[in-house]
């Protein structure tokens, strides 16, 4: 099994969730949703991330006490593989995301990485993740 561990990303790092918000591949689960929040691509799921909204996003992560963002790292190699995040919404449910960048699905991150994710999640008091899930996302359903 793969060994991660959670890296809080500093906006210089940032460069990783761009690449993973451009390319079509890893963002194929976003495609075809009925939104409108500027760069959004419909077509393929991807969404721009400019470097000059890198400071003012990652603060605003960060300084939520109401949520998590962090990259998912291989303990190994250092390298990051993906990221996943949590957020409170109204109805006071913790909605959780985790995205693998297309370079590395499959190689075998994806449990590891929840793993250490709801660890994390505990300890941070929360005691449950949401997520929805397509049918279609088989991958997704089998972890």
Not at 73 to 82: A, H, L, M, R, T
Request: proline share 3%; hydrophobic share 35%; glycine share 6%.
């Amino acid at each position: 099994m793969k060994k991660v561990n959670l890296y809080i990303p500093k906006v210089e790092d940032l460069w990783f969730r761009q690449l993973c918000m451009k390319d079509p591949e890893t963002m194929s689960y976003n495609a075809g949703y009925d939104v409108s929040y500027e760069g959004y691509h419909y077509d393929t799921g991807c969404i721009d991330f400019p470097e000059e909204k890198w400071e003012f996003w990652l603060d605003s992560k960060l300084n939520d006490k109401n949520s998590f963002y962090a990259y998912i790292q291989d303990s190994e190699s250092g390298n990051f593989v993906g990221y996943l995040n949590y957020h409170k919404i109204d109805d006071g449910r913790y909605m959780m995301g985790i995205v693998i960048h297309s370079k590395f699905q499959g190689q075998g991150y994806m449990r590891p990485a929840l793993k250490v994710f709801i660890e994390r999640a505990k300890a941070n008091g929360v005691d449950a993740l949401y997520d929805s899930v397509p049918l279609s996302r088989e991958k997704a359903l089998k972890v």
